[in-house]
């Protein structure tokens, strides 16, 4: 993303919900032995941590409390007007997840487990049409009244409505109801056979208290701080600015296995800037505590100052072990003009990433493939027997190149010189239908000249598209960049108002049910979803079905190199790039747990601030600079 890696960032719970549902999916029961009450889920396996543990192993038990941490607001809206991240309508502050307790918490450690938060146990039908939590009496909203619940009927009864984002609203669609059996505990009930992923699904969403929303509309914006029951709250903000969440001393669960170790900084306040070199040369001047870089022309040529060659300012790169997902141009597939996989090839075809990485990016990049890129659903080499199990009965509907090599995108020698492939693109769209004039320009039968825009909302990606927008224009294409303010953006994006946009989506460790919001025909049709690029294939949608029946992760694995053969050969999307590390930058006045997390970088969660180095920060003195750590793969 013109930074690495651009990814859409649904603010607060949303992106938390999100991570879940491509993470964390659950059949406590993989036998037909009758239920019992658990005090974890998780799926294909053994929960890791048992009934009584202490704490989480990458979390120091004992880190202290205290202190501020300053951080960049999200890298891809840069505002707020709201702090309602549930619904469709407006832009809502990042982190707001932090405001709010679910039923369980997930571990950052495992691929696809959870345990006890408000809920000390859970229990799965032995049918697997349900799952009954029941809840902890001393969980408390913010305000001091109980969680009960009816506050979790109610939210499910939310997040449901119209009102709701797809990312929220879609993969409910079989969980039928939530009942409240007395107040601390509550049965959801599913539908359907495709069951797999709802009790963790469920779990993992954010309770919201049934009392706030029967005075404040739910269906509406709002810059009103809201009622949680979690670790922190809002105390402060200037919108679209600047917000700061304080810890909550009273917080009710602060002292749970889940929690021990884990927000350990009194303050945490985002700054949102829309100009990226205004906000990095406020990190340099102290402004920022930690700020992660995205530019790879920031991170090559901006950090050569006196702040880092003497280890007052860290440069580091934090190992990221998730899969890295799809970073790219999404071509909307809604337009006439982007319907024939002939044209979306003939654009594949122009980008010329070696010549960017090389010239733009400082070698720093590896070239994406694969929708499940750096894990091992990325579909490689022919289809397995498995895979052809599944892919057979669809033979006829599927481009012969699925069955064969995946595809993988063109590679020129980085000379900028891409005149062989510039002309297999204008092949591909004469094929098409688009004819050259007298004037070069690229013509359909009715005349209308073929045109593209490339929307974007940042101007550090001009340097990256424009060179594109060049070759595009010595085929015959009319191709701009335009681009347009952080709110407008969103709206465009919502509404599938576009030619093409960059943008980052990664299904997580464990995808089932949110596949339906980034891919289903369904999702394509839903203003406000994932879906950017208009995917509507009935064998897609099929495959998702499988994805999410999988009954271990090797059929799992099998189904989603599958659905990647398809997805490449029909060139819904660019490939840009990937590297899998976080690339940050930080004072040196935190200290972290030895365990990195595996499943995350750790630093808003389980970092605190160090007394020793702060005080030596403050009073100019340096302290030895940790290595470097290369980036894994």
């Known amino acids: 993303m013109l930074r690495f890696p651009r990814s859409w960032k649904v603010d607060g719970a949303a992106l938390r919900l999100v991570g879940a549902i491509a993470t964390l999916f659950c059949a406590a029961i993989t036998s037909d032995a009758a239920a019992e009450p658990s005090h974890g889920l998780s799926i294909f396996g053994e929960l890791k941590y048992p009934p009584g543990f202490q704490h989480f192993d990458y979390v120091n038990p004992e880190a202290p409390k205290g202190g501020r941490m300053v951080t960049m607001g999200t890298a891809d809206v840069n505002t707020f007007d709201s702090f309602n991240q549930f619904i469709v309508k407006g832009d809502a502050a990042q982190d707001l997840d932090y405001l709010y307790d679910s039923l369980m918490a997930r571990a950052q450690d495992e691929p696809d487990a959870v345990y006890g938060l408000i809920a000390k146990s859970a229990e799965v039908a032995p049918d697997r049409m349900s799952v009954t939590f029941k809840l902890r009496p001393e969980a408390k909203f913010a305000d001091g009244s109980q969680v009960t619940a009816d506050d979790v009927v109610n939210t499910l009864s939310l997040l449901k409505s119209t009102a709701t984002r797809p990312q929220y609203s879609q993969p409910l ?117 930690y700020r992660e870089e995205f530019s790879s022309l920031g991170w090559a040529t901006q950090y050569d100052i006196p702040a880092v060659r003497d280890g007052r300012l860290i440069k580091e790169l934090i190992p990221d072990r998730r899969p890295s997902g799809a970073q790219g141009y999404f071509i909307n597939t809604r337009r006439d003009k982007f319907k024939d996989p002939r044209v979306r090839a003939a654009l594949d075809l122009v980008f010329d990433f070696e010549w960017s990485n090389k010239k733009l990016f400082y070698g720093l990049y590896k070239r994406t493939t694969s929708y499940f890129e750096n894990s091992d659903m990325k579909a490689v080499g022919p289809p397995s027997p498995d895979e052809l199990a599944l892919l057979n009965p669809y033979k006829n509907k599927l481009p012969p190149e699925v069955f064969g090599e995946p595809y993988l995108p063109p590679v020129t020698d980085g000379s900028g010189n891409n005149r062989d492939n510039l002309k297999k693109a204008r092949d591909l769209l004469i094929s098409a239908g688009w004819k050259p004039g007298p004037d070069g320009k690229l013509r359909n039968d009715k005349g209308e000249q073929l045109t593209i825009e490339f929307l974007d909302f940042e101007a550090q990606f001009e340097r990256i598209t424009l060179p594109y927008t060049q070759n595009l224009k010595r085929i015959g294409i009319d191709a701009t960049w335009r681009l347009v303010d952080p709110a407008q953006y969103q709206q465009r994006l919502k509404s599938f108002d576009f030619d093409v946009t960059t943008q980052r989506f990664s299904l997580g460790l464990t995808p089932g049910v949110d596949m339906r919001t980034f891919l289903s025909c369904d999702a394509a049709k839903a203003d406000g979803s994932f879906n950017l690029a208009g995917i509507c294939d009935p064998v897609i949608d099929a495959l998702i079905d499988t994805i999410i029946a999988a009954k271990s992760r090797a059929e799992l694995t099998t189904a989603t190199r599958a659905i990647d053969r398809i997805l490449r ?65």
């Open 173 to 289: 669609r079989d969980v039928v109801k939530a009942e409240a059996l007395d107040p601390e505990t509550v049965r959801y009930t599913f539908q359907g056979t495709l069951v797999r992923d709802l009790p963790v699904l469920v779990a993992q969403l954010p309770v919201l208290p049934k009392a706030y929303y029967a005075t404040q509309p739910y269906d509406q914006t709002s810059l009103k701080p809201p009622l949680g029951s979690g670790p922190y709250r809002i105390k402060t903000f200037n919108p679209g600015s600047s917000v700061t969440y304080e810890r909550r001393n009273d917080y009710w669960a602060k002292d749970l296995p889940v929690n021990k170790g884990r927000f350990n900084f009194d303050e945490i306040r985002l700054d949102y800037y829309r100009d990226r070199t205004i906000e990095l040369e406020t990190m340099k001047s102290g402004g920022f505590d």
């Open 569 to 633: 050969a029909e060139r819904y999307w660019v490939p840009h790039w990937y590297k899998p590390a976080y690339s940050v930058a930080y004072w040196n006045k935190f200290s972290r747990p030895a365990i990195q997390p595996k499943y995350d970088n750790g630093v808003l969660d389980t970092w605190w601030i160090d007394p020793q180095k702060a005080a030596a920060l403050s009073s100019g003195a340096t302290e030895a600079k940790p290595t470097q750590q290369p980036a894994t793969r």
